[in-house]
């Protein structure tokens, strides 16, 4: 699969089949988002590769996240369009996946240095994703799940001068989700041409 179709492919996943990922694929998607691009070539980044009860733990967490974030849900075909149950279901499991992947990188009080192990870090997470479409695997990135970043702390052990970035269940997608449209599809406003 070339890069192209692996962009366009990949969607945010959010059902996946309990069949265990190899060690070996996984291997294969880190070391993508390890050749990402890095400020100051620092390549910060550190994946944990979560599975079994662990990932129980952290859905407690999550679904409790996404109890009070769904309170007054509106499930607008911009949040992938998921129903209240559907979405709490989800959060519980992180959608039954095998295996979840958690981006860290370094912690700084120094607000450059914040943003460019963010960027950095975010570069990886990307390139990890679009290894995992290129191998069948589905992904999504989330956030929610840092709003209890206490929580997340305590499970996995993550000491505070770790910044943790980002998430993703990792596994094989149960039905295709449903494509996202980009807005503004034709890049009229997006696309601004500086001469
Ligand atoms: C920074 C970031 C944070 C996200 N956080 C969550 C999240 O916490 N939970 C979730 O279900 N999806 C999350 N998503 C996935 C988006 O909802 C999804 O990418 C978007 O709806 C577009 O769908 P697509 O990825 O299938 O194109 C996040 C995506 C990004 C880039």
């Known amino acids: 699969m070339d890069v192209f179709e692996a962009i366009h492919r990949r969607r945010a996943v959010r059902r996946y089949s309990p069949d265990r990922v190899g060690r070996e694929d996984i291997h294969t998607i880190l070391d993508a988002a390890?050749?990402?691009?890095?400020?100051?070539?620092?390549?910060?980044?550190?994946?944990?590769?979560?599975?079994?009860?662990?990932?129980?733990?952290?859905?407690?967490?999550?679904?409790?996240?996404?109890?009070?974030?769904?309170?007054?849900?509106?499930?607008?075909?911009?949040?992938?369009?998921?129903?209240?149950e559907e979405f709490i279901r989800f959060a519980?499991?992180?959608?039954?996946?095998?295996?979840?992947?958690?981006?860290?990188?370094?912690?700084?009080?120094?607000?450059?240095?914040?943003?460019?192990?963010?960027?950095?870090?975010?570069?990886?997470?990307?390139?990890?994703?679009?290894?995992?479409?290129?191998?069948?695997?589905?992904?999504?990135?989330?956030?929610?799940?840092?709003?209890?970043?206490?929580?997340?702390?305590?499970?996995l052990t993550i000491p505070d001068d770790r910044e943790i970035v980002a998430v993703t269940p990792l596994g094989y997608p149960e039905g295709t989700p449903n494509d996202q449209p980009r807005l503004d599809q034709g890049m009229e406003r997006k696309i601004r041409w500086v001469e």
């Open 34 to 84: 390890n050749w990402a691009p890095s400020a100051m070539n620092r390549q910060q980044w550190e994946f944990l590769v979560v599975t079994g009860t662990k990932i129980r733990e952290m859905g407690a967490s999550y679904r409790a996240i996404i109890e009070e974030y769904t309170k007054n849900w509106d499930p607008s075909p911009l949040r992938g369009s998921l129903s209240r």
């Open 92 to 155: 519980g499991s992180y959608g039954g996946a095998p295996a979840v992947i958690v981006v860290l990188t370094d912690a700084s009080d120094n607000p450059d240095l914040y943003k460019a192990n963010l960027e950095s870090a975010s570069a990886a997470m990307e390139n990890l994703l679009l290894a995992a479409t290129a191998l069948g695997l589905g992904t999504c990135w989330m956030t929610g799940p840092l709003r209890d970043e206490k929580a997340l702390r305590e499970i």
